[in-house]
């Protein structure tokens, strides 16, 4: 992968496009069954513990100039960071199909021409990005980043001209702390690839602080969006929403380059992801064919519901990081030299299987904050124990 440090800018520009996203604007659509004053009070609480962690994440990698794998040897040992590792290149598989069909299904919606040509489509757009690499990005970024806020906006317009129908009553439907939980889910999604970008920044701290500004400001936006649009058509399906917004060509435009540039992070992440279980591998063909499998599945497979997804990705990567803060600002541990860090795995364990049971109760602030909270406190007890062991 590139090496070349990266601007602030750059950083900002790479969390905004990842913002800009149908995933992001598709999973707002379900708040519309809170009302939309509701609704919003649990996008801004969600997306604040989300990104809070998001910043935490990512200032760890900016400090130690590693990539997010790498910083999880820090607690985890050699064997364990390559455990989470193939765990998150598996979810970035995931999420790359997942990205792939629902922007094929939404660009087919906007000009029919088959599903599965949107899916190479996009696929072969994702390559391009990754193979013009990261640090070269600046301006075909600020070029693609200004035409999708013009957009977004005009979106922004057609939605919310008639805000009369953005205060009627609404059905009941999921609950308060479920709905923090999907917008906490989003950026938790994150955390296991912010560190692959601040890493690379010359100035990590700033970098870290912008990118969180920056994607909190851009994922709470298409939230809102998704939350509004849901509203004002009464659909849940983001494609039949931009038909009946009548943004044609322009909803194409959108779905197409919102969903490369996300994308892009995700199959990027993943080869970085990989060199960290194979050191020898190179990164870049990994992305390469992390993006032909994610269009392969694109195209076969069914991905129209992603909350089952988001919730095995915060029940996994919660309490990593977790962990992580605890060991990193707190106890300042590295076991980077260790095979496996076998107390802090079982702690892991702990906080996964805790995370998986708090799902079953309806608490107002969701459930990966209590999760956290739960798994550091573990650490920090265990890791008072083992100094006075020590």
């Given amino acids: ?65 590693k990539s997010a794998m790498e910083t999880v040897a820090l607690s985890f040992g050699k064997y364990g960071s390559k455990i989470f590792a193939l765990l998150n290149v598996i979810q970035l598989v995931g999420w790359t199909g997942i990205m792939i069909y629902d922007g094929a299904l939404s660009a087919d919606t906007a000009l029919h021409t088959g599903k599965w040509v949107w899916c190479l489509v996009i696929g072969v757009l994702i390559i391009v990005w990754i193979l013009i690499g990261l640090s070269n990005l600046g301006k075909v970024s600020t070029i693609a980043m200004a035409a999708l806020f013009i957009l977004t906006i005009v979106l922004c317009f057609v939605i919310f001209k008639d805000t009369s129908k953005l205060s009627g009553e609404v059905a009941e439907g999921m609950s308060f702390g479920a709905a923090v939980e999907l917008a906490v889910a989003m950026p938790l999604s994150w955390l296991p ?58 909803g194409l435009l959108i779905i197409v380059f919102s969903t490369v540039t996300t994308t892009f992070l995700d199959a990027y992440s993943a080869g970085v992801s990989s060199e960290s279980i194979i050191s020898k591998i190179k990164g870049k063909w990994v992305a390469i064919g992390v993006t032909v499998l994610g269009t392969i599945g694109a195209i076969t497979l069914p991905m129209d519901d992603i909350t089952d997804f988001l919730y095995l990705i915060g029940s996994v990567f919660a309490p990593m990081i977790a962990i992580q803060i605890a060991d990193f600002f707190v106890l300042k541990n590295d076991s980077s030299e260790k095979k496996l860090d076998v107390v802090r795995f079982i702690i892991w364990v702990l906080g996964f299987v805790a995370y998986r049971l708090l799902m079953r109760v309806d608490i107002p602030c969701g459930n990966t904050f209590p999760d956290m909270t739960i798994t550091f406190i573990l650490m920090l007890i265990a890791g008072k124990l083992f100094a006075k062991k020590k």
Avoid at 210 to 227: D, R
């Fill in 193 to 250: 690839l912010i560190s692959d970008y601040t890493r690379e920044a010359e100035k990590p701290a700033q970098a870290t602080f912008v990118s969180t500004l920056v994607y909190f400001v851009t994922s709470c936006w298409m939230y809102i969006i998704g939350m509004g649009a849901a509203i004002f058509t009464g659909e849940g399906d983001i494609a039949a929403i931009m038909v009946k917004a009548g943004l044609g060509i322009v």
């Fill in 1 to 65: 992968m590139e090496q070349k440090k990266t601007s602030t800018l750059s950083n900002g520009l790479i969390w905004f496009g990842a913002g800009v996203s149908i995933a992001e604007i598709l999973t707002g659509t379900y708040f519309g069954e809170l009302g939309f004053k509701k609704g919003i009070l649990a996008i801004f609480i969600g997306h604040i513990i989300g990104c809070v962690l998001f910043y935490l994440a990512g200032l760890i990698g900016g400090k130690t100039e």
